[in-house]
Nanobody, 122 residues
Framework: QAQLKESGGGLVQAGGSLRLSCAAS????????MAWFRQAPGKEREFVAL????????HYGDSVKGRFTISKVSAEHTVYLQMNTLKPEDTAVYYC???????????????WGQGTQVTVSS
């Protein structure tokens, strides 16, 4: 399993932007796919976006399409989530995760970061 550490969360006004980072270490290439999930209080963990390390292929959840962009810098073993036009409903703890599977189901992910809080004020 890879070790993952998120950073970049914070408080932002609606309509603003934030960029999250996920630094991977350890058994990086055991995780062929990297994803972002989020979880708001009292809600289930929600898929946000995923990217494949070797091809850069991406996939997004419906609620963030057109506003969020996932990217990677392989040489730095880092995955990013650029979040634009943020809404109050984007408020959640955002988690970086790694998997061997191309999947948007959290159960398929075996490496997780500790999470970073994103709060969007109205």
């Amino acid at each position: 399993q890879a070790q993952l550490k998120e950073s970049g969360g914070g408080l932002v006004q609606a309509g603003g932007s934030l960029r999250l980072s996920c630094a991977a270490s350890g058994r990086i290439f055991s995780s062929r796919v990297m994803a972002w999930f989020r979880q708001a209080p009292g809600k289930e963990r929600e898929f946000v976006a995923l990217i494949r390390w070797n091809t850069g292929r991406t996939h997004y959840g419906d609620s963030v399409k057109g506003r969020f962009t996932i990217s990677k810098v392989s040489a730095e073993h880092t995955v990013y989530l650029q979040m634009n036009t943020l809404k109050p409903e984007d408020t959640a703890v955002y988690y970086c995760a790694g998997s061997t599977q191309w999947s948007w189901h959290p159960n398929e992910y075996d490496s997780w970061g500790q999470g970073t809080q994103v709060t969007v004020s109205s």
